[in-house]
């Protein structure tokens, strides 16, 4: 798919449209052993938008993520960050994995996870300082987990444990976020809550991209969004690409995506 | 004689004095480094590395003839290191999975390393009774040299775990984070196992090769039930490995065909349990005490509401209650005799007939203050 | 071959396959290093029981071993569900607990008997064949030989008989449970038997070599098949292979045989894990390479099918412009492209890529899926 037929304009939400974006995949293919996960995909994250990332199970979400970043390693393609390879700007990306993806019995505090954030800035060897911790009370603010900085991390709810990690890529003060199904499992005021965050997080110009699993707050929540199933389905702002038929596409089945020769010359007519 | 004329004659005897610093820095090392061991789930590696370290003992004396401490603890700790890739590339490659991996690479490098020993035995130079000492351990054959060697070792490790200290607690934490940050996770990941390599390779000689997964696993097995900071907890493993070290140290020498490593390794196993016994908030003796309490609480203020029951339904406060009423009333929860007992010393209930219980008017006051509280919580 | 020798390889091939079975079952639940823990903890076993019986050849020094593997299982579970021990964190507590208590007992108490921690380790498969066992005054064979194929014929019977049991527990314990079948009652009964087992193996062959045995073959047979019935008839097939050869290594060598055994045991596992058809390492990566290659050709159809008929395809479906577009070294694109054309899907008009029918629809294919 060619970004000439996306047809990517000038004006919207304020885009620039003369500026790199934010995160542009080109044909990227991961596979595990024969299967292949990702296959071909296309994609372009504009800056300053707030973008789903859909598609049922197994559908490769967050291996696009892993993929991005580097996290597995593609059988194919390119990814690039404004324009440049994510090794040179990793210090511009901040990343929020799953939260079953560490162990919370780990013997550490609220506070001292969210200052991991800072570890990046600080580089090699140095210690964290009065600095990180300032920081790190800031962000905690911010989700309203300032009063639980001391508590151990077993001891956290689902939702707390979310805006712990939410916290951490706050102070990492990136400008494009990569964040893994962030509403999983959590309670509704700390759903809320994160989605007040992520808007203000747009309109402070940070991108972030979010593999979501809940359909039914697409609308509401993003502006943009991108349907996958091992191939990118759609992708574009939600009025136009999260309609029926691309939904039908990436649930229904049968693998498939859009292309400029005609639904007919690739498929067949209708009756096959 | 008094304790430090014990002590001192105790620590007078040059081998005891040697064992018990090696011990003591065998079990700091171990200690600390087990800790991101066991956090990291590696703990039975430990077992893996030390079982694998016995051929690259036996390789390292027959291709340098030499038995020096550091020559044979390079070759354990080459041996060690292959097998950790090992069982890394078996579970990367196949579908095989960790413990099994890990189990085969054991008990086959251990094996090769038994032919190896054995082959060692027929040679002319009657070598091998120094070699099969690292089986079990021979503490007492510990010279200021080995001690020498252990402690340089020991101390560049730790000097390793303190420089990298926020590397390390980041890797173990979330090794996907780390490489979101920029942090070379490979490089680090290697580094931290081969300071474990090396932690453990210096422990073979005084604990032997069978008992030293243990000496990685018990301190900071022990060490967790204390704290909920990592600092902290890596600190008291150290000591806790220490105090193994030496109390096992000591008191093997003070009995007869008592060995060394054996002993260390109760004495360790001992903190483990008083620990998750009796440290505070995880302890479980404590967790049991609570329960007790808990339940007694339950027990006392239900009699009293049986008796509160009681006397409304009797419409005459003092009249005394059979003990076998209440027992009946009871029988889903008993405690009654404790429980009138300690209601009585409150001043809550009397006994106006010999084996008749009844509420006072205090005891009227606090049912029906219990019985409100209970009607609007339910 | 001399008599001895004969009767030791058929001890060591009792072992091996009375080891290889429950060892099936070990792997696949992932439990491992259960059967290192137990093999260490039953020199407890031993030594408590040997001070109770007083006699080293009794056969009831195999029951009180047996308890103590039981018994260990056991205590690994209690430490886990406290929740304040990790289960791999519990076994690497319990076992070397159990085991110094036995090296103390029997250093302190039993120095002077045959009781030698050594063996424990190594065993003495050497001397099986001086422990007769005579019936009625006539030798009918080593003592060894007979325990070793009493536990062999239990291990069959338990697993012949609760065949269905032992395999729906292990790939399904939910629905065991639901049909009543008690995993936990199969669980301990598996356990009895791998503790028998190392008990009876551990006079011969030491508790070293039990672990290898009961891992190394099916582990091997697991690199081949994954069906239950291969996978114990694979692995007792390739454990008495480890154990012969094992023998016959030593026997040149002169070295411990225990030892020799469980070396061969690395040795065919390694073999099989390099060149095993399918799985092994070398399949793999041929396979690999191969796929890349066809993945880039269908990449590079699609790619083409995707730019026909487009602006800008002269550019596009440029030779030269492919590592760009693709990012494919130079090198590989030209791979790829003569790949592609000698199967017929491209053709080339000078340095521009064109779709044949074949590529077309081969390209339509990889898009519809």
Redesign the interface.
């Known amino acids: 798919m060619t970004f000439q037929d996306k047809g990517i304009g000038e004006g919207k939400s304020g885009i620039d449209a003369g500026t790199e974006p934010a995160v542009r995949v080109e044909d990227l293919t991961v596979a595990y052993g024969d299967k292949p996960v990702l296959w071909d995909v296309d994609m372009e994250v504009q800056a300053g938008v707030l973008m789903a990332v859909i598609g049922p199970n197994g559908a490769g979400k967050t291996t696009l993520i892993k993929a991005i970043m580097g996290l597995v390693q593609p059988v194919a393609g390119y990814v690039s960050i404004f324009g440049k390879p994510y090794l040179d700007q990793r210090r511009l990306v901040g990343y929020v994995p799953q939260r079953n993806s560490v162990d919370w019995d780990f013997p550490t505090s609220v506070l001292d996870v969210v200052m991991m954030g800072r570890y990046g800035v600080l580089g090699w060897l140095r210690r964290p300082g009065r600095a990180e911790r300032k920081a790190a009370m800031e962000a905690l603010t911010k989700v309203g987990m300032a009063d639980l900085a001391g508590r151990q991390i077993s001891q956290l709810s689902g939702g707390q444990q979310q805006r712990v990690f939410l916290a951490r890529a706050l102070v990492q003060d990136a400008r494009v976020y990569l964040m893994d199904e962030p509403f999983q499992g959590v309670d509704a005021t700390t759903e809320r809550a994160i989605v007040t965050l992520l808007k203000e997080m747009r309109s402070e110009g940070k991108t972030v991209v979010v593999v979501h699993h809940d359909l039914q707050t697409v609308p509401e929540y993003f502006d943009w969004v991108t349907l996958l199933n091992v191939r990118c389905v759609a992708s574009g702002p939600v009025e136009e690409a999260f309609v029926d038929r691309n939904l039908r596409l990436t649930y229904g089945g049968r693998v498939s995506y859009l292309t400029h020769h005609t639904p007919e010359e690739t498929f067949g007519t209708p009756e096959e | 004689m008094d304790i430090v004329g014990f002590v001192d004659n105790l620590f007078a005897d040059y081998t005891l004095r040697q064992v018990a610093i090696g011990a003591a820095m065998l079990g700091i090392v171990n200690g600390v480094l087990g800790s991101f061991a066991?956090?990291r789930?590696q703990?039975?590696l430990?077992?893996g590395i030390s079982h694998a370290a016995l051929p690259g003992i036996a390789l390292a004396f027959l291709l340098t003839g030499s038995k020096s401490s550091l020559a044979l603890l390079l070759g354990a700790a080459a041996t060690g290191w292959i097998a950790t890739l090992l069982i890394m590339s078996?579970v990367k490659?196949?579908?095989?999975?960790y413990?099994?991996?890990?189990?085969?690479?054991?008990?086959?490098?251990?094996?090769?390393?038994?032919?190896?020993?054995?082959?060692i035995q027929?040679l002319p130079v009657a070598a091998q009774a120094g070699l099969?000492k690292f089986?079990?351990g021979q503490a007492a054959t510990l010279l200021r040299k080995d001690v020498v060697t252990i402690g340089v070792l020991g101390g560049i490790v730790l000097v390793f775990l303190l420089?990298?200290?926020?590397?390390f607690?980041?890797l173990?934490?979330?090794p996907?984070?780390?490489?979101?940050?920029?942090?070379p996770v490979r490089i680090l990941d290697v580094l931290l196992t081969t300071l474990l390599v090396i932690a453990i390779v210096i422990g073979l000689q005084t604990v032997g090769v069978?008992?030293m997964?243990?000496m990685?696993?018990?301190p900071?097995?022990a060490a967790?039930?204390w704290?909920?900071?990592?600092g902290v907890?890596v600190t008291v493993s150290g000591i806790f490995g220490a105090l193994a070290g030496v109390s096992g140290a000591l008191i093997s020498s003070q009995?007869?065909?008592?060995?060394t490593?054996?002993?260390i390794?109760?004495c360790a196993?001992a903190i483990?349990m008083f620990s998750?016994l009796l440290a505070p908030n995880?302890g479980?003796a404590w967790g049991f005490v609570r329960e007790q309490i808990n339940r007694r609480q339950l027990q006392t203020d239900a009699v009293l509401g049986d008796l509160y029951v009681l006397a409304n339904q009797h419409q005459e406060p003092g009249h005394g209650h059979p003990i076998e009423v209440l027992r009946t009333m009871a029988h889903g929860h008993g405690g009654v005799d404790r429980s009138l007992k300690v209601l009585k010393e409150r001043g809550l209930v009397q006994e106006p007939g010999s084996g008749e219980w009844a509420l006072t008017p205090l005891g009227m006051e606090e049912a029906g203050r219990l019985s409100r509280q209970w009607r609007e919580t339910s | 071959m001399t008599a001895p020798q004969i009767e030791i390889q058929l001890i060591a091939s009792a072992v091996a396959v009375s080891c290889a079975l429950p060892g099936c079952f070990l792997i696949l639940r992932r439990m491992a290093m259960m059967s290192d823990a137990i093999s260490h903890s039953i020199l407890l076993g031993i030594a408590v029981g040997f001070f109770v019986i007083r006699d080293l050849t009794s056969p009831l020094l195999v029951l009180s071993a047996a308890l103590t593997g039981v018994v260990t299982v056991s205590l690994v579970e209690l430490l886990t569900r406290t929740k304040r021990v990790r289960e791999d964190a519990a076994i690497g507590l319990i076992f070397p607990a159990l085991f110094s208590i036995g090296v103390i007992l029997i250093s302190r108490y039993a120095g002077d008997v045959h009781l030698d921690v050594d063996a424990v380790l190594l065993g003495e498969l050497a001397f099986a064949p001086f422990n007769r066992l005579s019936v009625l005054g006539v030798d009918i064979g080593p003592k060894g030989l007979y325990l070793m194929s009493g536990i062999l014929l239990l291990n069959l019977f338990f697993i012949l008989t609760f065949y269905k049991e032992l395999k729906l527990s292990t790939f399904d314990a939910g629905l065991a449970g639901a049909l009543g079948f008690s995993p936990v009652v199969i669980h301990y009964g598996l356990m009895t038997i791998v503790s028998i087992t190392a008990v009876g193996a551990f006079d011969a062959v030491g508790s070293v070599l039990v672990v290898a045995l009961m891992i190394a073959p099916p582990a091997t047979a697991y690199l081949i098949t994954d069906r239950l019935s291969y996978l114990l008839a694979a692995s007792s097939l390739i454990g008495v292979i480890c154990a012969i050869s094992g023998y016959w290594v030593a026997h040149a060598l002169d070295v411990s045989i225990a030892g020799s055994m469980a070396t061969m045991a690395g040795v065919f596992f390694v073999a099989t894990f390099l060149a095993a058809p399918d799985r092994g390492l070398v399949s793999i990566f041929v396979r690999r390479a191969r796929q890349r290659i066809e993945f880039a050709q269908t990449m590079l159809l699609v790619h083409l099918y995707n730019h026909e008929g487009l602006p800008g395809v002269e550019r596009e479906n440029h030779m030269d412009h492919l590592h760009e577009h693709l990012k494919w070294k130079p090198g590989f694109a030209g791979r790829i492209v003569g790949a592609a054309e000698r199967k017929g899907s491209i053709s080339r008009d000078g340095a521009l890529l064109l779709l044949t029918g074949k590529g077309r629809e081969t390209a339509r294919r990889a898009i519809v899926g």
């Not at chain 2, 996907?176 to 942090?183: E, K, M």
């Not at chain 2, 009995?255 to 060995?259: D, L, S, W």
């Open positions: 066991v956090l789930k703990s039975l430990g077992d078996i490659h196949t579908r095989v999975k413990d099994t991996a890990l189990g085969l690479v054991l008990s086959v490098f251990f094996g090769f390393g038994l032919v190896l020993l054995t082959y027929k099969d089986l079990f420089v990298f200290w926020k590397e607690k980041l173990s934490f979330d996907d984070f780390a490489f979101s940050l920029g942090f069978v008992l997964s243990a990685v696993v018990a900071a097995a967790r039930q704290t909920d900071r990592l907890m009995a007869a065909r008592i060995p490593g054996p002993t390794v109760l196993s483990v998750l995880r479980m």
